[in-house]
């Protein structure tokens, strides 16, 4: 079971990742020392707090994939969202160019 803290931890360290930059699920579960729970990081995503207005489509898949669609209800909705970031994209339009792009602060 996941504690409603480790949900915090992970809220706080989506709100520090900056404009312009994506983090992966697994690579926000491991910072927080917990690598087997990116599952549970997505799950945060999904039932994140709208009040606290968490930048939650700088967080994407470990090969730079989009959240499925029904999230932001399609992709093109998140990939608007960070190419006004300046976050670049590459191959099908709708992956991002981790290399560049990925936050490394973590």
């Not at 360290?13 to 729970?37: D, F, M, T, W």
């Not at 549970?40 to 207005?53: L, Q």
């Not at 994939?65 to 992709?75: E, Q, R, T, V």
């Amino acid at each position: 079971m996941i504690s409603p803290d480790f949900y915090e931890q992970i809220y706080d360290v989506v709100e520090a990742i900056p404009a312009g930059k994506v983090a992966s699920y697994g690579q926000i579960a491991r910072a927080l020392g917990r690598p087997q729970n990116s599952r549970a990081v997505g799950y945060a995503m999904k039932i994140s707090p709208h009040d606290r207005k968490l930048p939650c489509h700088r967080v994407v898949a470990h090969n730079g994939k989009l959240a499925p669609s029904y999230i932001f209800g399609d992709k093109q909705h998140q990939k608007n969202m960070l190419l006004d970031e300046g976050v670049e994209f590459s191959g099908d339009g709708f992956q991002i160019n981790m290399k560049k792009c990925r936050w490394q602060e973590l």
